[in-house]
């Protein structure tokens, strides 16, 4: 494991054991968490074979600055944003340093927003796609977060961006990859009666489509290691 820099993102990169791969996963964390954080769920992909990426999101971790500009929620969606636009360049970085043969993201919480838009913009680019506790549905995500109406400090054109590129704005590119998609049965009541909504309409107009969902009925808003895993496994069936 290391801890490295590509394009100014600090990152986590874990390399399975005893082996060399080219097959790659990116993790997102969530709005409250760092790049440290999803070490354990990215051991859990290396140990199946992945070269694991972990990157701080913007003013999370080591990019974090002092003072931090806000406490507020309504930073998050430039944050989003900010870690959407990143990717290509991310990806670009990681293809120069080494030979990648496929490459999977996944996110959790407001990783899993982010994870949803990567998706949906770059589906052409990935082979496979995890979205953890998060809906998929993103403008009736950000209403469970902000409720009626949105802070009038809230960037326009970043809550713009998002709306773009979520799966049930481009359902068809969204779905060109295979899905695999968690929720926690104790989490958000709305978000967990949206997937199920959003789900059931993609797999009948899409009935092609490699679209997987997991709900475990006792579990809030975290990922257990059980879903990590289940996810891995997805991903190796895709190569």
């Given at each position: 494991?290391?801890f490295?820099?590509?394009?100014?993102?600090?990152?986590?990169e874990?390399?399975?054991?005893g082996?060399?791969?080219e097959?790659?996963v990116i993790?997102?964390?969530?709005?409250?968490?760092n790049?440290e954080?999803l070490i354990?769920?990215?051991l859990?992909?290396a140990?199946?074979?992945?070269?694991?990426?972990l990157?701080?999101?913007p003013?999370h971790g080591d990019?974090?600055v002092?003072?931090?500009?806000e406490?507020?929620?309504?930073?998050?969606?430039?944050?989003i944003v900010?870690?959407?636009?990143?990717?290509?360049?991310?990806?670009a970085?990681?293809?120069e340093?080494q030979a990648v043969?496929?490459?999977?993201?996944?996110?959790a919480?407001?990783?899993?927003?982010?994870?949803?838009?990567i998706?949906?913009?770059y589906a052409e680019?990935l082979s496979?796609l995890a979205?953890h506790?998060a809906?998929?549905n993103?403008?009736?995500?950000?209403k469970?977060?902000y409720?009626?109406?949105?802070?009038?400090?809230?960037?326009?054109?970043c809550l713009?961006?998002?709306?773009?590129?979520?799966?049930?704005?481009?359902?068809?590119?969204?779905?060109?990859?295979?899905?695999y998609?968690y929720n926690?049965?104790a989490?958000?009541a709305?978000?967990l009666?949206?997937?199920?909504?959003?789900?059931?309409?993609?797999?009948a107009?899409?009935?092609?489509?490699?679209?997987?969902?997991?709900?475990l009925?006792?579990?809030?808003?975290?990922?257990?290691s059980?879903?990590s895993?289940q996810?891995?496994?997805?991903?190796?069936?895709?190569?």
């Amino acid at each position: 494991m290391n801890f490295i820099q590509l394009e100014g993102i600090p990152l986590v990169e874990i390399y399975p054991q005893g082996q060399v791969s080219e097959n790659i996963v990116i993790g997102y964390h969530g709005y409250k968490l760092n790049k440290e954080a999803l070490i354990k769920q990215g051991l859990i992909y290396a140990a199946n074979g992945f070269h694991v990426f972990l990157p701080d999101a913007p003013l999370h971790g080591d990019r974090q600055v002092d003072p931090f500009p806000e406490s507020s929620i309504s930073i998050m969606p430039g944050i989003i944003v900010q870690s959407f636009e990143e990717f290509p360049r991310l990806l670009a970085a990681i293809q120069e340093r080494q030979a990648v043969n496929r490459a999977f993201v996944h996110g959790a919480s407001m990783g899993g927003i982010m994870a949803a838009m990567i998706g949906t913009a770059y589906a052409e680019t990935l082979s496979g796609l995890a979205v953890h506790i998060a809906g998929i549905n993103l403008e009736e995500q950000l209403k469970v977060i902000y409720g009626d109406s949105y802070p009038d400090d809230l960037d326009a054109q970043c809550l713009e961006i998002i709306l773009k590129n979520s799966p049930i704005a481009q359902p068809n590119k969204f779905l060109s990859q295979p899905v695999y998609v968690y929720n926690g049965g104790a989490d958000n009541a709305d978000i967990l009666r949206l997937n199920q909504q959003d789900m059931q309409k993609m797999k009948a107009d899409f009935p092609k489509a490699r679209l997987e969902w997991t709900v475990l009925d006792e579990v809030g808003h975290r990922v257990p290691s059980q879903i990590s895993q289940q996810t891995a496994e997805f991903f190796k069936s895709l190569l």
